[in-house]
C-alpha cells in the first residue's frame, strides 16, 4: 500500500529555533493535513491545505506556524520560534478527495522535542 | 467547539471475549464517523468508517451508529493480543471533512 512517509522522524532542537518538518503526500493525493499529538493526549488537527493554499486552520495554527509545498512534492510544516509547548508528535496525513473518500493515510510522524 | 469524548481506559478483555469501545460526539451536524488503531508510539490507522445511522461490519469488527444519541461504537469480536492498542473516535461534518479525534480508549487484550 503506498505510504506518506515524513522527515526527520526525531528533531530535537532548542527553545526559540526554527525547525522544517517535511513530508512526502501519497502521489495521487489532493489533501494535505497536519496533525499533532502531545504526549498522552489527543490528536489535533493543525491545518489542512488544497491547490497550494490552506482551507482550513485551527486556533492552534498561529503565526508561529506556516505550511507550503514548495517543489510539488514535499509538503512541509515550519515552526519559526519554537517553544516548550511544541512538543510533540507531528503527523501528516493525506487524502485522496475527501468529498468522495475521507480515510486519512497518516505518516509515521516526527516526533519534536524542544528544550 | 466540536466535542468527541471517549473513555480512556484501559479497557481489559480476556482472548476471545467481545470488546466494546463508546464515543459520544456533541456536533449533531456530524455526518462522518471513524474508528482509528494506534498502536503506541505509531500513527493512526483507519479501520472503520461509518455514515448512517446502524450497524457496519468488517470481518471482526463492528461499527455502531445512532445519530438520535450522538453515539457511536465499536465491537470487536473474538479480541486477540494483537487488537491491544489505542482506540481512537473521529468525527467530521459534511461542510468541513475535517476530523475531530477523541483522545482514545486503551484496550488491553490479555492471554
Known amino acids: 500500500e503506498p505510504e506518506v512517509t515524513q522527515t526527520p522522524s526525531h528533531q530535537v532542537t532548542q527553545m526559540g529555533q526554527e525547525v522544517i518538518l517535511r513530508c512526502v503526500p501519497i502521489?495521487?493525493?489532493?489533501?494535505f493535513y497536519w496533525y499533532r499529538q502531545i504526549l498522552g493526549q489527543k490528536v489535533e488537527f493543525l491545518v489542512s491545505?488544497?491547490?497550494?493554499?490552506?482551507?482550513?486552520k485551527s486556533e492552534i495554527f498561529d503565526d508561529q506556524f506556516s505550511v507550503e509545498r514548495p517543489d510539488g512534492s514535499n509538503f512541509t510544516l515550519k515552526i519559526r520560534s519554537t517553544k516548550l509547548e511544541d512538543s510533540a508528535m507531528y503527523f501528516c496525513a493525506t487524502t485522496w478527495d475527501r468529498r468522495i473518500n475521507e480515510k486519512l493515510f497518516f505518516g509515521s510522524g516526527t516526533q519534536l522535542s524542544v528544550l | 467547539q466540536k466535542e468527541v469524548e471517549q473513555n480512556s481506559g484501559p479497557l481489559s478483555v480476556p482472548e476471545g471475549a467481545i470488546a466494546s469501545l463508546n464515543c459520544t460526539y456533541s456536533d449533531r451536524g456530524s455526518q462522518s464517523f471513524f474508528w482509528y488503531r494506534q498502536y503506541s508510539g505509531k500513527s493512526p490507522e483507519l479501520i472503520m468508517s461509518i455514515y448512517s445511522n446502524g450497524d457496519k461490519e468488517d470481518g471482526r469488527f463492528t461499527a455502531q451508529l445512532n445519530k438520535a444519541s450522538q453515539y457511536v461504537s465499536l465491537l470487536i469480536r473474538d479480541s486477540q493480543p494483537s487488537d491491544s492498542a489505542t482506540y481512537l473516535c473521529a468525527v467530521s461534518s459534511g461542510g468541513s471533512y475535517i476530523p475531530t479525534f477523541g483522545r482514545g480508549t486503551s484496550l488491553i487484550v490479555h492471554p
Open positions: 491545505f488544497y491547490n497550494n493554499e490552506i482551507s482550513e
Open positions: 502521489s495521487n493525493h489532493l489533501y
